[in-house]
């Protein structure tokens, strides 16, 4: 069975391995406090894997990190994010999408910013 600090480190790695710490930090935020969050799933393992949420989930693509390093420092972070929360930026942010792209539910969130390639948002 995957712990709930795979679950996190797994979507830390392929949501944002190429990010700076704080933009993957960002990614652990989100999914933390989607765990907290009303309408979501209630583990961390739930909401990595809950369909549509993240894209690497649902790719076709191998789930096993490739880059042992990037990986290494996932489930560093992951690990600090859920035994020391106090390390995350506290933003409140639910969602994000890269910069590159503007999906549908943006425009009815509250931009709250932007680290590396993502933007960070909060419902209203």
Known sequence: MITALMCLA???YFEARDQPIDGQL???EVTLNRVAEPGFPKSICDVVWQPGAFSWTDDGKSDKPRDLRAF??????ANDAINHP??????????YHEKSIHPYWADSMLEIGRIGDHVFYQKV
């Open 72 to 77: 290494a420092q996932a489930v560093l972070l």
């Open 10 to 12: 797994l979507n830390i």
């Open 26 to 28: 960002m990614v652990a």
């Open 86 to 95: 106090s390390i995350l930026l506290g933003t409140g942010a639910t969602y």
